[in-house]
């Protein structure tokens, strides 16, 4: 692999992480991606070139005169072309969105072509300014601009690509050993002074090159010599968790009592000074390569054909500067890898061809970039999070890694439903410490997204046009998903005992109202139907009482729906539908579709409102009750009410109760109408 350390040292032991399997042995949690870019792999006749930039890879046959095609792991569609053989290319790369072409072949010089639809196709070459000084390479930071890194300096140009010619923005001398570019980030890093150890970041933007304040790798030991001590195969340039860090693999620790490499990280701001954050121990010695993959840091151990993955956001040993992290899982190989064989489908009967994992003919670029020049392939390196869910047993360690990652959702909620069934079930606190960390991150977005809502019913957001709305990712694990994937699906299988499943909805709604966040009803739903199913009327009762489950329209509905099979549940739901006092039209409807008219009649006149209400309405439910002395009251009443309202106990045409006043007549007879009272 492409990073090579000093003398090697005597390999040792592997140590940290925890689980079930030795190394190589199942559990793999890192692969190859599926669809991988192959192309015509290196020979004395075929350069093969990547671009970290566009990650793009570049098959140069005979300098271009026979043919050259570039291919990345976005786009499909390769680009083929030829250019004339004017040497040996030491380096080619497109401008970002494949518009301009740049090739150097020379120390001196870069040669730049148009790829821009009825452009001529004329080459045009730009020298490097400083005199004596050699080209060690370039880098594109925008669509047109392109900075050449010298031994003696960086000259950042502006491309007129109509004009054929290049602009130089601003140059700065200084002695350069060798470079680096994170393309994410638009930053370059140089190595200078004699040992290499001083590195000097530059960042680009819109035309713009900042110097950021420079820092010093600290080595292992005091060289013995002087000359270059730091290699660029032993640093590396990532953005982690939205920070610029550089990675330095350093094979030999500072401490005397302490054996095996490690990877030191400095974070790099904007604005201020580089420090040294964190400490990666990897307890072992050899030859390592980095990678950068869904903000964990992957380090590849050749000997071994193993790795390990670490996440500085896990908790770590701080010495008060730095904090000092082992490797989250213990070591294991990347998933073993099958080479598609070419060709017809009657020639290809053969079985594929299993991948040479950790070759040293591999080479990694970041984030997570390998390819194999011999083979042909570049990868994408990929996290698997299903086997970590075996190799982590800490559940609340588990969930403070996954809900870092990517794509968790359906694995957190897998994780959640293992945990409340057998063979996998866990204790109460066990699974309060697992909803606590669930609804921290739930609750962060809804603060997030609510303080956006502020600021943009304010108006505020206009004069801030930096201003996002949050970004949902899958770590928002939701009521409903919980709802939906876990707990109603818990309880319908009705295999835990029906105490755990109460304690276990009761759990969540504690944790919910923990971080105040508002409990959706189908929750206390789920909490009333468990109880119903168990005959855990008292329970219910209590629950309602002590207003652990929290009023709302749809669960007084619910209560009243249990009337039949739990008399008291009338009563409960009444009280709750009071407490909620915007309810009372709906009380009254929901009493009135349940025939309960005279139940309804009573709450409106306990609230003073039966002056107001439709006679129709009231004389329509009474007559689908299908019950002649239930209509006969509700008929006296409103007879009683107009005589006292109106002085006349007849209705008016306005109330539309005609067919009513026919029905009485028929059932009861004309002499059963209230005779108007006169004084």
């Not at 690509?161 to 200084?174: M, V």
């Not at 539908?577 to 009649?601: F, G, M, P, Y």
């Not at 007849?650 to 209230?674: D, I």
Request: net charge neutral; glycine share 6%; with cysteine.
């Amino acid at each position: 692999m492409s990073r090579e350390p000093p003398p090697p040292g005597e390999e040792e032991a592997p140590g940290g992480g925890e689980g079930r399997a030795g190394a190589g042995e199942g559990g793999c949690y890192l692969a190859l991606c599926a669809r991988p870019v192959h192309f015509e792999k290196a020979n004395p006749v075929n350069c093969v070139f990547f671009d970290e930039a566009n990650k793009q890879v570049f098959a140069v046959r005979s300098g271009g005169a026979t043919g050259v095609v570039v291919k990345g792991l976005e786009d499909r569609n390769p680009i083929s072309f030829r250019m004339e053989d004017k040497g040996e290319v030491k380096c080619i790369k497109f401008s970002l969105g494949n518009k301009i072409l740049a090739v150097q072949r020379t120390l001196k010089s870069v040669d730049f072509l148009n790829f821009i639809p009825d452009s001529p196709q004329l080459e045009y070459t730009q020298e490097c300014k400083t005199k004596n000084a050699n080209i060690l390479g370039f880098c594109w930071t925008s669509s047109t601009e392109i900075v050449f890194i010298t031994d003696q300096g960086i000259e950042f140009y502006q491309v007129l690509p109509e004009k054929r010619s290049l602009k130089l923005l601003k140059n700065q001398s200084i002695n350069v050993n060798w470079y680096m570019y994170c393309p994410e980030s638009s930053v370059i890093l140089l190595s200078t002074t004699v040992l290499g150890n001083v590195l000097q970041p530059f960042y680009f933007k819109s035309g713009t090159m900042s110097k950021l304040s420079k820092f010093e790798i600290e080595l292992p030991a005091a060289p013995k010599s002087s000359k270059l001590s730091l290699s660029e195969r032993d640093i590396a340039m990532a953005t982690i968790y939205g920070q610029l860090y550089v990675l330095y693999l350093r094979h030999h620790s500072r401490t005397s009592n302490s054996t095996g490499a490690e990877v030191v990280l400095y974070h790099l701001p904007r604005e201020g000074s580089c420090k040294k954050t964190h400490i990666l121990k990897l307890n072992r010695t050899g030859k390592f390569a980095l990678n950068v993959v869904d903000n964990l840091v992957v380090v590849h151990h050749q000997d071994t054909e193993t790795s390990v993955i670490f996440d500085i956001k896990l908790k770590g040993e701080f010495d008060g500067s730095t904090t000092i992290h082992q490797f989250v899982l213990p070591p294991r190989s990347i998933q073993p890898y099958q080479i598609p064989v070419a060709g017809p489908a009657s020639v290809t009967s053969q079985s594929p061809v299993l991948c040479k994992l950790y070759s040293s003919s591999w080479i990694v670029f970041q984030p997570d970039i390998i390819i194999s020049a011999s083979e042909g392939y570049l990868w994408s390196l990929q996290v698997k999070l299903e086997p970590v869910v075996n190799l982590l047993l800490d559940k609340g360690k588990l969930m403070d890694f996954l809900l870092q990652r990517k794509e968790c959702k359906m694995v957190i909620l897998s994780v959640c439903s293992q945990m409340l069934s057998e063979p996998e079930r866990r204790s109460l606190s066990v699974i309060a410490t697992v909803f606590d960390k669930l609804n921290h991150e739930y609750k962060k977005y809804l603060e997030a997204e609510q303080s956006y809502t502020m600021v943009v019913e304010a108006g505020l957001s206009r004069s801030n046009p930096l201003l996002k709305r949050p970004v949902r990712t899958q770590a928002v694990i939701d009521q409903s998903d919980m709802y939906t994937h876990v707990l109603s699906v818990f309880t319908e299988k009705k295999e835990a005992p029906h105490k755990f499943t109460i304690a276990v909805l009761m759990e969540y709604i504690r944790s919910l109202n923990q971080f105040q966040i508002a409990v959706q009803h189908y929750l206390y739903e789920l909490v009333i139907k468990t109880l119903v199913q168990h005959n855990l009327f008292y329970m219910l009762h209590q629950f309602l009482q002590y207003h652990v489950l929290s009023d709302s329209k749809p669960l007084a509905c619910l209560l009243l729906s249990l009337e039949s099979i739990y008399p008291p549940a009338h009563q409960l739901s009444l009280d709750m539908l009071k407490r909620l006092s915007t309810a009372n039209d709906e009380i009254v409807e929901v009493l009135l579709s349940k025939h309960q008219v005279l139940a309804a009649l009573r709450f409106i006149r306990g609230i003073g409102g039966h002056d107001s209400i439709s006679a129709r309405k009231f004389l329509d439910a009474a007559k689908q009750a299908d019950d002649d002395m239930l209509f006969y009251t509700i008929f006296r009443f409103f007879e009683q009410r107009n005589q006292r309202l109106r002085g006349n106990p007849s209705f008016t045409p306005g109330e539309h109760c005609e067919e009513h006043v026919t029905f009485f007549k028929q059932v009861f007879g004309e002499q059963a109408l209230m005779k108007p009272t006169t004084f």
